[in-house]
């Protein structure tokens, strides 16, 4: 017995010895070094300031019901940016795409060298009419107030578009020659799927054979707070998405009135396959959590090293404690969540139709079909018919050994050094998903700080923006279009 318990005890201790072994030894520093010469630029804040401003005036919003479009905003917008813009006009050359999205290429010296795209979207979110009371400024009023920026659009995506735009304009004022052609490409529908803009200008370059060093988009952020026991800014970028599908469930039946009902409706029939569904989530995998966490490992505390750092053994319990929070579990797996319903018209009506919309954000190593077969098998019941809307399979993961990928990086810890920087998997869809034609390096990354207080503003109520924050953003974009340039 004793002999047993010894035993017993010399394994645990080796296991232990194990297991912080590998805790302190496999995370390693592997932080790129900063970008050297990142100078201060000469910007005219004030101007870039009131540019941005006005753009935040012009109400080009994307609505799910297209009838809605309003092409005189979106001709007002690119009125605007000639306008304001005069270099850039004069020495890139403008393409209209699909009559709203807008490709400008600065010509490099060298066409050996392939060029880089730069990509933001120009349409916002639509603002609710019973929220506007709630706004702090109008929503398309562009107030500038206490070193801040209010607007619709002021961080998703005019951000990104505007400072892109006034990164160019000072780069062009200071007579710079570009060895390598440069693209900045404005999508016009982003926000309701990118089918009408971003997949066209895709398209437009797949046809005429143009591909890219790399691509980037808007996407990542720095992220403040956000990361468990990180206490310096962690900037995340994204490089690949999560897909997404809406099945909708349809249920037929004959109706009839409520006094005499069978014994399931459809309704009823229709509520038990959305069970079934809810009730079988799809697995977990650690794989892309980890992708981000290995990156940073060697800055985390000892505990979390520990369990990170012997998933062989620990990854049951790291899953169950991260897919109890839900913004971790999105990380994890494909998430279900049932969203829409509609039945009878009136209470004492049997329902002749019952229809649920159940959204998938499908993980890498997924796809709608996958997804759609498994939800069929689930259900299990030839009386619910399952459709597709609105699909797009996730998109590939792009490496980060890329030049593309390391200038983002080292240019990010060149504006500070404190910063770190990590790839990850980006939950909701961008446009970049459509770009991967034309190269496999395609990156998400908007030089903006964000914390759990401010990220809420994005899409929502007083969507905002310090000053500090946009000219950071216009410095950034600056200094990675100058360095793309050369060879």
Do not use: C
Request: a negative charge; glycine letters at 6%.
């Amino acid at each position: 017995m004793k002999k047993t318990l010894l035993i017993l005890l010399t394994l645990v201790v080796v296991l232990a010895a194990i297991l912080v072994f590998r805790a302190g030894s496999i995370f390693h520093d592997r932080q790129l070094q900063p970008a050297s010469g990142l100078v201060e630029i000469d910007l005219d804040q004030p101007l870039a300031v009131k540019r941005f401003s006005e753009a935040l005036t012009i109400p080009t919003v994307s609505f799910d019901d297209r009838s809605q479009f309003d092409a005189a905003a979106f001709k007002r917008f690119r009125e605007f940016l000639a306008g304001a813009y005069p270099l850039v006009h004069q020495n890139a050359d403008l393409t209209v795409v699909n009559d709203y999205s807008l490709v400008y290429r600065l010509q490099g010296s060298d066409p050996s060298l392939k060029p880089v795209l730069f990509m933001g979207h120009m349409d916002v979110v639509p603002v609710e009419e019973i929220t506007l009371d709630q706004w702090t400024y109008p929503p398309f009023g562009g107030t500038v107030a206490d070193g801040v920026i209010w607007g619709r659009g002021s961080v998703d995506d005019k951000f990104t578009v505007i400072a892109l735009m006034e990164a160019m304009e000072l780069l062009l004022s200071e007579n710079v020659q570009p060895q390598r052609t440069i693209y900045l490409a404005f999508g016009h529908d982003e926000e309701v799927g990118g089918f009408d803009g971003a997949a066209n200008v895709a398209k437009y370059f797949k046809d005429r054979g143009i591909t890219f060093d790399y691509v980037m988009d808007e996407g990542g952020a720095v992220t403040e707070g956000m990361t468990e026991g990180l206490d310096q800014p962690l900037a995340v970028i994204g490089v690949s998405e999560k897909g997404y599908v809406n099945l909708v469930l349809t249920v037929n039946a004959p109706g009839g009135h409520s006094s005499q009902p069978p014994e399931q409706t459809a309704l009823g029939i229709l509520a038990r396959a959305i069970v079934k569904v809810e009730d079988h989530p799809f697995p977990a995998s650690l794989d892309y959590a980890y992708m981000t966490f290995e990156v940073i490992g060697a800055e985390m505390p000892f505990s979390t090293r520990l369990a990170m750092g012997n998933l062989w053994l620990l990854s049951p319990l790291v899953e169950s404690v991260m897919l109890k929070n839900p913004d971790d579990a999105a990380a994890l797996r494909t998430t279900t969540a049932a969203t829409m319903a509609s039945g009878s018209p009136k209470s004492n009506i049997l329902p002749t139709r019952a229809t649920a919309v159940i959204n998938f954000r499908i993980i890498p190593g997924e796809t709608v079909e996958t997804v759609r077969k498994r939800v069929v098998e689930l259900i299990d019941d030839d009386r619910v018919v399952v459709t597709t809307e609105m699909a797009t399979d996730p998109s590939p993961v792009s490496p980060t050994d890329s030049r593309g990928y390391e200038l983002i990086a080292s240019t990010i810890r060149g504006m500070d050094e404190n910063i770190l920087v990590a790839p990850y998997m980006v939950r909701g869809g961008t446009d970049a998903k459509y770009f991967y034609d034309v190269s496999p390096n395609v990156y998400r990354f908007m030089m903006l700080r964000v914390d759990p207080d401010t990220i809420r503003y994005i899409h929502g109520i007083d969507e905002h923006v310090a000053v500090e924050e946009y000219l950071q953003a216009i410095r950034f974009y600056y200094h990675l279009i100058r360095q793309s340039m050369a060879g």
